[in-house]
């Protein structure tokens, strides 16, 4: 393996991480700033709404998409193991 090979294999793992992670992440800081208006407007300041309804989001999003997630990375991982048999 040289190295373009080896720099294609970190972009592409770089790519992956931001492809299955982003959506989740997004989705969290969405609710983060949602959650954190309505506090502010409403003055209640209780932690534990933010946190539990970015947990019920972040679970969701991991029933809905994680046939996808998981999907993704068994194809990265099998073209990885093609790499090194050859």
Do not use: C, N
């Not at 992440?25 to 609710?31: A, G, K, Y």
């Amino acid at each position: 393996m040289d190295t373009t090979q080896a720099m294609d294999l970190m972009r592409d793992a770089v790519g992956i991480a931001i492809k299955l992670a982003g959506p989740l992440l997004v989705l969290s800081m969405v609710v983060g700033v949602v959650v954190a208006i309505f506090q502010a407007v409403t003055q209640i300041h209780e932690q534990s709404i933010g946190f539990a309804l970015k947990l019920i989001v972040v679970i969701g999003v991991l029933l809905l998409a994680g046939g996808w997630m998981l999907d993704t990375l068994k194809d990265y991982t099998y073209e990885i193991f093609q790499l090194v048999a050859s």
